[in-house]
């Protein structure tokens, strides 16, 4: 991760990129423990972004940026 690009703005080129991201893909690539924390700040500057949580008993969420959704929904 570069000195120069906040965690948040990590999160939000991988959101636009890849529709979804996941905790452990926070940690892994942009070193973010407080993805949730990240997540509330995208939404306050306007992001549309759903919180799914994969099966009962799992205890992380995915979030998912909405457009992406309507797109797979449209094709």
């Known amino acids: 991760m570069s000195d ?4 948040k703005e990590h999160i939000r080129d ?3 990129r890849y529709g979804s991201i996941t905790p452990l893909t926070a940690l892994r ?3 973010c423990m407080r993805l949730g924390a990240r997540i509330l700040e ?6 549309d972004i759903r ?3 994969p099966d ?3 205890r992380y969420a995915i979030y998912q940026l909405v457009r ?3 797109m ?3 094709l």
């Open 4 to 7: 120069h690009t906040s965690q």
């Open 14 to 16: 991988h959101l636009e």
């Open 29 to 31: 690539e942009y070193g």
């Open 42 to 47: 995208l939404r306050r500057e306007g992001l």
């Open 51 to 53: 919180t799914v949580t």
């Open 56 to 58: 009962e008993g799992k």
């Open 68 to 70: 992406f959704e309507q």
């Open 72 to 74: 797979e929904l449209a």
